[in-house]
């Protein structure tokens, strides 16, 4: 089981802070950010979990003194659990971009138009799930469906450990219901994959040839709907030798829709990275392999019965419509111990 352990977090940030106090260590722009920003992270990291302790104790010492307030002092206790458990949620967040922010891209698979419309039912279930977290999410690009739903659709999600959360939900996802497009109203499988990249800074040192670059303008047209921008500026990217395609709409002039594809670019390419990496680990250690673009993670069954269903933990949830409304704690927690225990299918 993986726990808070605040005293090796005092001992690395007194690492960072004497590697802080070096002399030259500003002569590395990259390296002092990253120095600088992971002390500032644990610092408050650590803030957090010495309130609490001084809150718990409080709440102790006062039970001790006036027993007769035992209901009222568990009430005030609750919110302090639920805190104490995302403290111990943060142990497991080790990776270089885990603590940052995250980009989300959600893209339309097999199933034509229930799979258009599921891509957005997804976005939404996530726009919610990032507000319960307290995120900042933006919506970058959403490009709609011939009759209903969503293509693609990218967003930003800006807060802590933001990409070290959403990387647990990337892969693809399945759902099974009557569909709303079949006139006979027939149950129908529906897929939508879900790509997530960390949000590197705009001064972020990733090399990338203009050569292997193809940049297309155009104007977001179609049915729109509440999701989609519309401007004369849009701009998609490809990079030819990985084939990502990135898009951004949402800014008023062509250069800064360029200036935002190409940073949301450089992290798709900074997670490809990632994922080949974890990919060769898991080879040396004959483990399964959870990553990469074809691996089904969670299966939404509507009809004939309401579940919805991890496969890479097995946990199942009866509440459909709960885990819809943005309630995904549970499941991405799950996963969170389980990889980090060694134990994710």
């Known amino acids: 089981m993986i726990t808070f352990d605040p005293d090796a977090l005092a001992a690395r940030i007194g690492e960072l802070e004497e590697e802080l106090a070096a002399p030259g260590l500003w002569d590395d722009q990259a390296r002092a950010t990253a120095v600088s920003t992971e002390h500032a992270r644990l ?53 270089e971009y885990d603590g940052g922010d995250a980009v989300v891209s959600l893209n339309a698979g097999a199933g034509g138009t229930d799979a258009q419309d599921w891509a957005e039912m997804l976005l939404r279930m996530y726009l919610r799930w990032a507000d319960h977290r307290g995120f900042q999410a933006e919506l970058v690009e959403a490009s709609p469906g011939e009759e209903a739903g969503l293509k693609s659709a990218t967003m930003t999600v800006k807060g802590e450990n933001a990409y070290g959360l959403f990387k647990a939900e990337r892969g693809v996802h399945r759902l099974v219901r009557l ?33 292997d670059l193809r940049i297309d303008t155009y104007r977001a047209s179609g049915a729109g709907g509440q999701h989609v921008n519309k401007t004369d500026s849009a701009v998609r990217i490809t990079h030819l030798p990985s084939g990502i395609v990135v898009q951004c709409q949402n800014e008023r002039s062509q250069a800064s829709n360029k200036q935002t594809a190409l940073r949301i670019l450089k992290s798709r390419l ?76």
């Not at 639920?82 to 497991?92: C, F, K």
């Not at 994959?193 to 040839?209: F, K, N, R, Y």
């Open 270 to 345: 900074v997670e490809l990275q990632e994922e080949e990496r974890e990919a060769e680990l898991a080879r040396e250690r004959g483990a399964a392999q959870d990553i990469g673009f074809g691996s089904q993670i969670r299966s939404y069954v509507l009809h004939p019965y309401q579940q919805v269903k991890d496969l890479r933990t097995g946990l199942e949830v009866g509440n459909a419509q709960g885990v819809l409304d943005g309630n995904l704690d549970g499941f991405v927690r799950e996963y969170l111990l389980a990889r980090a225990a060694g134990k994710a299918v």
């Open 43 to 95: 610092s408050k990291r650590l803030e957090r979990y010495r309130r609490l302790q001084r809150e718990h104790d409080d709440a102790a010492e006062l039970l001790e003194l006036e027993p007769d307030l035992a209901d009222e002092i568990a009430g005030q206790l609750r919110p302090l659990r639920a805190e104490l458990e995302r403290l111990q949620e943060d142990a497991l967040f080790n990776g």
């Open 179 to 211: 569909s709303p497009f079949d006139s006979a109203h027939r149950r129908h499988t529906a897929f939508a994959q879900v790509v997530t990249a960390p949000l590197l800074p705009d001064e972020a040192d990733v090399e990338i040839d203009e050569a």
